[in-house]
């Protein structure tokens, strides 16, 4: 079954710490991997992207990691901001039809403190 | 940020009624996906379209029913709304398939509450 886990499901950390959230994925064939940020009240932004052959990609202080060997991937926050307070959402993308799948995870609700 | 807009935001209303909950994009996306979303839950896919006129109902049962006539606007419509109906509704769009590296945009979504 193909399923998406993000752990840990929530988390707070203070303003200026660096903090690395999990996902795990048994989605397969495998495409690509997305990260968003959701905001309380709106809608997803995607974060970034990752194809099979991509082991890191960096959008300013967000840097996602992946291993597709152990379908593990990770999203690393570095000197973290109020503003970074949110939902973060990993997502797996199938190639198993002609447009493929989205697989969605829970998200990790992070809350950063002043 | 993406131009793909959603109406109401917020929606309040008895049961039984018909709804009909709005999105536009300016982006010229031919994929357009309608989603629902629960607190601390995955997004659930309940209606996709590919283009206009093709419509796809979605992973998730719904009694829902979506159109697609012009590609900037895809409505969801539900007849009767019930209790069960109350949940956020997400609006999303792509320039291309998921297999594809081409992001979803997402609208601000639709808090819906039927009491």
């Known amino acids: 079954k193909n399923q998406v886990e993000q752990s840990p499901q929530s988390l707070i950390i203070l303003e200026g710490k660096n903090c690395t959230l999990q996902?795990?994925?048994?989605?397969?064939?495998?495409?690509?991997l997305r990260w968003y940020k959701q905001d309380t009240g709106r809608g997803p932004v995607s974060l970034t992207i990752?194809?099979?052959?991509?082991n890191t990609k960096s959008n300013g202080r967000y840097t996602a990691t992946l291993d597709a060997d152990t379908k593990q991937s990770s999203l690393h926050i570095t000197a973290s901001q109020l503003s970074d307070s949110a939902s973060y959402i990993c997502v797996v993308s199938d190639r198993g039809s002609t447009l493929g799948r989205l697989y969605f995870g829970r998200g990790t609700q992070l809350t950063v403190w002043p | 940020e993406a131009d793909i807009y959603q109406t109401p935001r917020y929606l309040v209303i008895g049961t039984g009624k018909k709804i009909t909950l709005e999105c536009s994009q300016t982006?010229?996306?031919?994929?357009m996906y309608w989603y629902q979303q629960d607190p601390g839950m995955e997004l659930h896919l309940i209606h996709y379209s590919y283009g206009v006129n093709s419509t796809e109902k979605g992973d998730l049962s719904s009694e829902s029913t979506v159109s697609r006539i012009r590609t900037e606007h895809f409505p969801l419509t539900l007849e009767s709304a019930r209790p069960s109906h109350t949940s956020q509704y997400l609006c999303?769009?792509?320039?291309?398939?998921?297999?594809?590296?081409?992001?979803?945009?997402f609208g601000n979504g639709t808090r819906l509450t039927v009491t």
């Open positions: 996902c795990n994925y048994t989605v397969s064939p495998f495409s690509n």
């Open positions: 982006m010229g996306h031919d994929k």
């Open positions: 999303a769009s792509s320039d291309q398939g998921a297999s594809y590296n081409s992001p979803l945009h």
């Open positions: 990752m194809t099979f052959s991509e």
